[in-house]
C-alpha cells in the first residue's frame, strides 16, 4: 500500500512557475512509475506527466513539452513537477500517481494507476 500526498500549488501570474511535489510512503517507492494529471472543473482528468522506477524514462502530454519537467528523488521518496511559463488553460487540480511498473516504462492511462494522492489546487491567474 502506497500513500502520495502532493503539495506545493496555489495561485501564480501567468508566465510563472511552480513546483510540485509528491511524497510517498508505505511500499517500494523505486518499484513503482510515477504520474501526473490534472483535472479541470466539468472536465476528464488527464495525463500530464510521468517518470519511470529509476528516473531514467519521462513522458509529457503534448501540451506541456517544453513547460513541464518531471523528476524523482527515490533518497526522499518525492516525485516533482516542475511547471515554467504557466498560462490560465494550466489551472487544474493536479494529482500525483502510482503504478507498480518496472524498467523504463510509463502508463498515461488513469485507470491503469494504483494510487492516488488527494491533489493540489494550481490556479493561474491572467
Known amino acids: 500500500q502506497v500513500q502520495l500526498v502532493e503539495s506545493g500549488g496555489g495561485l501564480v501570474q501567468a508566465g510563472g512557475s511552480l513546483r510540485l511535489s509528491c511524497a510517498a510512503s508505505g511500499g517500494t517507492f523505486t518499484s513503482y512509475a510515477m504520474g501526473w494529471f490534472r483535472q479541470a472543473p466539468g472536465k476528464e482528468r488527464n495525463f500530464v506527466a510521468g517518470?519511470?522506477?529509476?528516473?531514467?524514462?519521462?513522458l509529457y502530454a503534448d501540451s506541456v513539452k517544453g513547460r513541464f519537467t518531471t523528476s524523482r528523488d527515490n533518497a526522499k521518496r518525492t516525485v516533482y513537477l516542475q511547471m515554467n511559463s504557466l498560462i490560465p488553460e494550466h489551472t487544474a487540480g493536479y494529482y500525483c500517481?502510482?503504478?507498480?511498473?518496472?524498467?523504463?516504462?510509463?502508463?498515461?492511462?488513469?485507470?491503469?494507476?494504483?494510487?492516488w494522492g488527494p491533489g493540489t489546487q494550481v490556479t493561474v491567474s491572467s
Open positions: 500517481a502510482a503504478v507498480r511498473l518496472s524498467y523504463h516504462l510509463i502508463k498515461t492511462v488513469k485507470n491503469d494507476y494504483d494510487y
Open positions: 517518470i519511470s522506477w529509476r528516473g531514467s524514462n519521462t
